[in-house]
């Protein structure tokens, strides 16, 4: 079974406006963290946002929000007042266990075009 | 901040030579990982390894070997290229104390 499902392969944004990247895992282990990852088309990975199990509250970093519902096992990505420059593929991915340092999935991605 | 980076952006070889690619990493992580990135298959783990000359397998080992001589260098070979060996590769280290991995900037490498 997949580890991490991105079931959006490409999507557009109005600029300005919010959108949500969808992202569902599947893991028995009940230590695990779950990260979003940003590539531009120049290659780099850039680290955007994490959420760790045990988290009580859902991951903010500026325009970023994880919506964690972990019952749904789902780690959506919301990104507010889309900007040309989020143009780019989104990855979800996650780490099982506290140190297993090997188990770190990712999933397929998205790419996300904001329309100016 | 940290800093990951992979030698060669850009590379083109031909079928049956030997490949090296260089990741260098500047923030004293014990870990390290390649990784092969494919349309439609986002990242798979090639290799990883966890300290000076320690190495372990990923999910996709097969026509590539490692080698980790220093704790800042974790070095990708292809014995002998192939062309389904073209592909992005993606460098990265892992940070304990932020719970978050660093990637490279990713090398493009073409088979023909």
């Known amino acids: 079974a997949q580890k991490i499902t991105q079931t959006q392969p490409g999507m557009f944004v109005q600029e300005k406006e919010a959108v949500t990247l969808d992202c569902t895992y599947d893991?028995?282990?009940?230590?695990?963290?779950l990260f979003w990852y940003k590539q531009p088309s120049s290659g780099e990975m850039i680290f955007l946002i994490y959420?760790?199990?045990?988290?009580?509250q859902n991951a903010t970093e500026g325009r970023y929000s994880l919506n964690f519902q972990k019952a749904r096992k789902s780690a959506n990505l919301v990104i507010s007042a889309s900007q040309l420059g989020d143009s780019a593929m989104y990855f979800c991915?996650?780490?099982?266990?506290?140190?297993?340092?090997?188990?770190?999935?990712f999933g397929s991605g998205t790419k996300l075009n904001v329309k100016p | 901040d940290v800093k990951v980076t992979q030698s060669s952006r850009y590379l083109v070889k031909r079928t049956g030579e030997k490949v090296f690619l260089e990741c260098v990493q500047d923030m004293d992580h014990e870990n390290m990982f390649w990784y092969r990135q494919d349309p439609g298959l986002g990242l798979r783990l090639i290799y990883f390894s966890y300290d000076v000359k320690m190495k372990e397998k990923g999910d996709i080992p097969e026509g590539y070997s490692v080698s980790r001589e220093k704790k800042e260098r974790f070095s990708l070979i292809l014995e002998s290229a192939s062309t389904n060996q073209t592909s992005m590769y993606l460098c990265a280290s892992i940070s304990d104390e932020r719970n978050t991995i660093y990637f490279g900037e990713g090398s493009w490498l073409t088979v023909v």
């Open positions: 959420q760790g199990s045990y988290d009580q």
């Open positions: 893991t028995s282990d009940p230590s695990y963290g």
């Open positions: 991915a996650m780490r099982e266990g506290p140190r297993n340092f090997n188990k770190f999935y």
